[in-house]
């Protein structure tokens, strides 16, 4: 999808929105497997699992940050692409 294009959905479903902007968005290196949804906000929101990629000399170098406060217990995986 070319910026500034628009997509009307008379009838929008949650296939065609995610469909929509799955062709619209730009496509993530690193995908984190962890539910997003709800999102917490003010003072309940604790913290995300981020990251940050870059490339120096030709290899990958990835900086993952937790910033919740305690340990995470629940498994991550990590499926990790190059584009």
């Known amino acids: 999808m070319l910026?500034?294009?628009?997509?009307?959905?008379?009838?929008p479903d949650v296939l065609?929105?995610?469909?929509v902007l799955a062709e619209a968005l730009p496509v993530r290196d690193v995908e984190i497997q962890e539910g997003l949804w709800p999102l917490e906000r003010g003072e309940a929101y604790d913290g995300a699992l981020t990251y940050l990629h870059k490339v120096k000399d030709g290899r990958d170098i990835y900086?993952?940050?937790?910033?919740?406060?305690?340990?995470?217990?629940?498994?991550?995986?990590?499926?990790?692409?190059?584009i």
């Open 16 to 19: 065609q929105i995610r469909g």
């Open 63 to 82: 900086f993952f940050a937790n910033s919740r406060a305690g340990r995470s217990t629940q498994p991550r995986w990590f499926a990790a692409r190059r």
């Open 3 to 11: 910026p500034g294009k628009g997509v009307l959905l008379p009838r």
